[in-house]
C-alpha cells in the first residue's frame, strides 16, 4: 500500500513572497503520478500541478512548480510570488498507474496562510 | 464543460431518515468518485464506478448505498446513518485521456446527521 506524508500542518507566508510545501511518499511502483490540490476555505478542490513519475524534468504551472526527488521519493511545492488567493489546504497525493478509475491516496494536507 | 454539480450543498438529517446525494459531469469521464472528508482532514475514498460499473468499495457500511444510473450520473444513497457520519461529501470524475487521469471535483454537500 501506498502511504503520502507532509510534516508541516500549517505555515504562514507573507504576500509576495516563496514557501515550500513537503511531502514524501513510499511505494513500490514505477509507473505513478504524483499531483498537488489546492482546497481554499469553503471552496472546491482544485488540480494544482502535477508530474508523472517517468519525467525527470520538474513540472511548473505559473507561480507553482515543483522538486520532484524520485530516488528520495520526495515531491515538494513551491509557491513563489504568493497571493492572499493562495490561502487554502493543501494536498499532495498519489496515484499508481493513469487508467480511469484508480485510486488516489492523499497527504494529511497542509494548511498555508498568506498574510497581507 | 469542465465541471462537476453536486446537489444539494447541505443536508441535515435525522437517523431515521432516507436522502440521497447526487452527482453529475458532463465531460464524457467514465470513472466517478465518492469520497468523504471530515473537517481539517484529506478525502477518504469510499467508491469508485469506473464505466458504470463498481470497481472499488473501500468497506463502506451498509447504510451508504452508491449507484450510477449512466455515465453521467452518479448517487449516494443514505439510510439510518449516525452523527459520526456528519462531513463533507465530495464526488470526482476522471477519463482516461492523454498522459494523465486527472479527478475533477464537485464542490461537495455538506452533512449534518442529528
Known amino acids: 500500500a501506498q502511504t503520502v506524508t507532509q510534516s508541516q500542518p500549517e505555515m504562514s507566508v507573507q504576500e509576495a513572497e516563496t514557501v515550500t510545501l513537503s511531502c514524501t511518499y513510499d511505494?513500490?511502483?514505477?509507473?505513478?503520478?504524483l499531483f498537488w490540490y489546492k482546497q481554499p476555505p469553503s471552496r472546491q478542490m482544485i488540480l494544482v500541478i502535477r508530474?508523472?513519475?517517468?519525467?525527470?524534468q520538474n513540472a511548473t504551472e505559473n507561480r507553482f512548480s515543483v522538486n520532484f526527488q524520485k530516488a528520495a521519493k520526495s515531491f515538494s511545492l513551491k509557491i513563489s510570488d504568493s497571493q492572499l488567493g493562495d490561502t487554502a489546504m493543501y494536498f499532495c497525493?498519489?496515484?499508481?498507474?493513469?487508467?480511469?478509475?484508480?485510486?488516489?491516496?492523499f497527504g494529511g494536507g497542509t494548511r498555508v496562510l498568506v498574510k497581507p | 464543460d469542465t465541471e462537476v454539480t453536486q446537489t444539494p450543498k447541505h443536508l441535515v438529517m435525522g437517523m431515521t431518515n432516507k436522502k440521497s446525494l447526487k452527482c453529475e459531469q458532463h465531460?464524457?469521464?467514465?470513472?466517478m468518485y465518492w469520497y468523504k472528508q471530515k473537517a481539517k482532514k484529506p478525502p477518504e475514498l469510499m467508491f469508485v464506478?469506473?464505466?458504470?460499473?463498481?470497481?472499488i468499495n473501500e468497506s463502506v457500511p451498509s447504510r451508504f448505498s452508491p449507484e450510477c444510473p449512466n455515465s453521467s450520473l452518479l448517487n449516494l444513497h443514505l439510510h439510518a446513518l449516525q452523527p459520526e457520519d456528519s462531513a463533507l461529501y465530495l464526488c470526482?470524475?476522471?477519463?482516461?485521456?492523454?498522459?494523465?487521469?486527472?479527478?475533477?471535483f464537485g464542490p461537495g454537500t455538506r452533512l449534518t446527521v442529528l
Open positions: 511505494t513500490s511502483e514505477n509507473n505513478y503520478y
Open positions: 508530474q508523472e513519475a517517468y519525467k525527470q
Open positions: 470526482a470524475s476522471s477519463q482516461e485521456r492523454g498522459v494523465i487521469n486527472e479527478q475533477f
Open positions: 465531460m464524457g469521464h467514465r470513472a
Open positions: 497525493a498519489f496515484m499508481k498507474g493513469r487508467a480511469a478509475g484508480n485510486k488516489l491516496t
Open positions: 464506478y469506473s464505466y458504470e460499473k463498481l470497481s
